[in-house]
């Protein structure tokens, strides 16, 4: 179950840096980007997401329990905050936002698939990091 996490963990990191990048390269992260994703909740959910996957790949060298529980944790702040930027970029997608605008938000040019299997793989990721840090499967 712990490589079953591992592999969740990083194709969704794979998606999420596709959407961080296609935020960044059009402008979400500039004033006045007329971005909905506010750039802590984009880079927090990044940073955390990172580091919690640094955490989980020593916990399956190291067999910590600790490591795992804390994995987990920060998987629930960076779902949390993944939620809140679905529920943003929601208006955007169906243009209800930035559709009449002169600046037309960098989110709105999210590859819908890319979204949708970031957004499975990080469910996959939550139900299998707590199986695992629960000892189920191992």
């Known amino acids: 179950m712990d490589i079953a996490a591992l592999i969740c963990w990083v194709i969704a990191a794979l998606g999420g840096f596709v959407l961080l990048g296609k935020w960044i390269s059009g402008g979400g992260a500039r004033?006045?980007?007329?971005?909905?994703?506010?750039a802590p909740v984009v880079f927090g959910h990044f940073v955390l997401a990172a580091v919690?996957?640094?955490?989980?790949?020593?916990?399956?060298?190291?067999?910590?329990?600790?490591?795992?529980?804390?994995?987990?944790?920060?998987?629930?702040?960076?779902?949390?905050l993944g939620f809140t930027m679905v529920v943003r970029w929601l208006p955007v997608f169906q243009g209800k936002v930035g559709a009449d605008a002169a600046v037309v938000p960098a989110e709105k040019h999210f590859p819908v698939a890319v979204v949708g299997?970031?957004?499975?793989?990080?469910?996959?990721?939550?139900?299998?990091?707590?199986?695992?840090?629960?000892?189920?499967?191992?």
Not at 31 to 38: D, F, N, Q, T, W
Not at 58 to 76: E, K, N, P, R
Not at 121 to 136: C, E, K, M, P, R
């Open 117 to 138: 299997a970031h957004g499975v793989f990080a469910v996959a990721t939550v139900v299998t990091v707590l199986l695992s840090s629960a000892g189920v499967g191992n």
């Open 31 to 38: 004033a006045g980007s007329g971005s909905r994703l506010p």
């Open 52 to 80: 919690g996957l640094v955490l989980w790949i020593i916990y399956v060298v190291s067999d910590t329990s600790a490591l795992a529980w804390v994995s987990f944790v920060l998987l629930i702040v960076v779902a949390l």
